[in-house]
């Protein structure tokens, strides 16, 4: 018998979580009579989210920030994967760039933002590149931890057999690795949406719910931010969703499992 634990379960266990969650939410505002404007009840943002979605600005906002994310998502993982190729392949590259790609995650995307503006302007570019920014270190460490993994006797015995650098990729470093890289995307893309917001917010813009955060935080509209929350909450959880159905279909031991 498998150890996965079944798809009703997958789906059950999380979505009790989110329902207790709510309910705790409701009884807080309940029982402590706490003032709307500093926490709504569950009831009003969901209403308000219903009317959000309906709009078509907020549906420009929500596939403007969608977009940004996805080619951001692009952009880093064209870079993160070939170069954590080389890290994992060559002892020399993996000793000249860990420290610097160790030093550039101390550095807070709000900080680099404004640079990003000033050298790629207040466009798509600057976003896009803020994006990569993000995902680019999870992609590039799973990326290398996968690909150190794959048993060197291995590799060794390929290469012995006459297989060059790319078929010892395409038919072994690639497959043993391909859990790690998966993972390694599933977290980048599920923190593209935070990227895009970011830019969003730090650099402006008129589309994009990073905009409609900033014009809600000036408003103080409570009921609406936690709405635009929920919104991304949810957006993070298809996305990662949607790579955890992309790791089942491309394993290559289910069909072994489904005989």
């Not at 709009?55 to 929500?62: H, I, S, V, W």
């Not at 993000?134 to 390929?158: C, E, H, T, W, Y």
Request: aromatic share 6%.
């Amino acid at each position: 018998m498998s150890d996965q634990p079944r798809a009703w379960v997958r789906v059950v266990t999380p979505t009790a979580v989110v329902v207790a969650l709510f309910l705790i939410w409701q009884a807080i505002v309940t029982f402590t009579h706490i003032n709307p404007v500093f926490l709504p009840t569950p009831r009003l943002v969901l209403l308000r989210l219903g009317q959000q979605l309906v709009t078509a600005d907020f549906l420009r906002d929500l596939f403007s920030t969608l977009g940004e994310a996805a080619l951001g998502c692009l952009v880093g993982a064209g870079i993160a994967l070939p170069l954590g190729y080389a890290i994992a392949s060559w002892r020399l590259v993996g000793l000249a760039m860990t420290p610097l790609i160790a030093a550039s995650q101390a550095i807070p995307a709000v900080a680099i933002a404004p640079l990003l503006a000033i050298w790629a302007g207040y466009g798509l570019t600057a976003k896009v590149s803020l994006c990569a920014l993000m995902v680019f270190f999870p992609m590039l460490l799973n990326s290398v931890l996968g690909l150190r993994q794959v048993d060197g006797r291995l590799i060794d015995a390929a290469q012995l057999d006459g297989a060059n650098a790319w078929s010892l990729l395409a038919h072994i470093q690639a497959p043993l690795a391909r859990r790690a890289i998966l993972t390694g995307l599933r977290g980048g893309f599920t923190l593209s949406i935070t990227g895009a917001v970011v830019g969003e917010f730090v650099i402006g813009g008129s589309h994009g719910l990073g905009r409609v955060v900033a014009v809600q935080t000036n408003m103080n509209d409570t009921t609406g931010l936690f709405a635009t929350v929920l919104t991304l909450c949810a957006l993070a959880i298809l996305i990662y969703a949607a790579m955890i159905g992309l790791e089942t279909i491309t394993d290559p031991t289910r069909e072994r499992t489904r005989r």
